[in-house]
T-cell receptor, first 116, second 114 residues
Framework: EAGVAQSPRYKIIEKRQSVAFWCNPI?????LYWYQQILGQGPKLLIQ????????DSQLPKDRFSAERLKGVDSTLKIQPAKLEDSAVYLC??????????????FGQGTRLTVV | AQSVSQHNHHVILSEAASLELGCNYS??????LFWYVQYPGQHLQLLLK??????LVKGIKGFEAEFIKSKFSFNLRKPSVQWSDTAEYFC????????????FGGGTRLMVKP
C-alpha cells in the first residue's frame, strides 16, 4: 500500500515570500490532516479535512495560511507571506472513516521549511 | 480543548534497562489514546492505541501502555530497551466529541546507549 506522499521534502525561502506544499493521502482515506512541527515540539494540528470539507481549522493562522482539498483527494497548504517563525516541518496525515474502531492516522515524511 | 503533557523531554538509558514514558491528558470525556514513534530520518509511525476494553494495550516491538482513567494517564512501557529503540516518542489523544482531532504531546526523545 502506498503511503502518504508529500512534496517537496525541503524548501528554503526568504521571509515575505510565498510557499506551497502538496499532499496526496492514502487512497480511500477521507480524513486529511496538516500539522506543523516546530523543532523540539510535538506536531500541532493546523487543519483537518473530511473529504473536501473543513472539520477544524481553529489553529490555522488564517491571515497567512490557507489550505484546500478541492476534490476530496490531494491537498495543498500555502503560506503567504512567510515569517521566520514559520520554519518547521509540515506534516500531512490521513485516515479512513470508520465506525467503532478508531482509525490510526498515517503520516507522510513531511516538508522541512526554512525561512531565512 | 484537550491537551497532552509528556513530562520527560529527554531520556537516556542503557540497553536492557526498563522504560516508562509518562503521558497525561486533560479531558474529562471519552478519549482514544495513541503512542507514535519517530525513528531518526523517518516518518511518524503508530506504536499502539487504546480504543476501549482492556486498559493494558500491547503494541509492536514489545511496547505496551496502560490507560488509567482516574489519573488521566497513558504511560508507555518496555521491559528491556534496545539500541534500535532510540527515537522520539509522542503521545496523542483524540477526544470523542471533538471530531477526529488528534492532539499530540511535546514528545520524549529517547537515547539508548549500546
Amino acid at each position: 500500500e502506498a503511503g502518504v506522499a508529500q512534496s517537496p521534502r525541503y524548501k528554503i525561502i526568504e521571509k515575505r515570500q510565498s510557499v506551497a506544499f502538496w499532499c496526496n493521502p492514502i487512497s480511500g482515506h477521507a480524513t486529511l490532516y496538516w500539522y506543523q512541527q516546530i523543532l523540539g515540539q510535538g506536531p500541532k494540528l493546523l487543519i483537518q479535512f473530511q473529504n473536501n470539507g473543513v472539520v477544524d481549522d481553529s489553529q490555522l493562522p488564517k491571515d497567512r495560511f490557507s489550505a484546500e482539498r478541492l476534490k476530496g483527494v490531494d491537498s495543498t497548504l500555502k503560506i503567504q507571506p512567510a515569517k521566520l517563525e514559520d520554519s518547521a516541518v509540515y506534516l500531512c496525515a490521513s485516515s479512513f472513516l470508520a465506525r467503532g474502531e478508531v482509525p490510526e492516522a498515517f503520516f507522510g515524511q513531511g516538508t522541512r521549511l526554512t525561512v531565512v | 480543548a484537550q491537551s497532552v503533557s509528556q513530562h520527560n523531554h529527554h531520556v537516556i538509558l542503557s540497553e536492557a534497562a526498563s522504560l516508562e514514558l509518562g503521558c497525561n491528558y486533560s479531558y474529562g470525556g471519552t478519549v482514544n489514546l495513541f503512542w507514535y514513534v519517530q525513528y531518526p530520518g523517518q516518518h511518524l509511525q503508530l506504536l499502539l492505541k487504546y480504543f476501549s476494553g482492556d486498559p493494558l494495550v500491547k503494541g509492536i516491538k514489545g511496547f505496551e501502555a496502560e490507560f488509567i482513567k482516574s489519573k488521566f494517564s497513558f504511560n508507555l512501557r518496555k521491559p528491556s530497551v534496545q539500541w534500535s529503540d532510540t527515537a522520539e516518542y509522542f503521545c496523542a489523544v483524540k477526544a470523542n466529541n471533538a471530531g477526529n482531532m488528534l492532539t499530540f504531546g511535546g514528545g520524549t526523545r529517547l537515547m539508548v546507549k549500546p
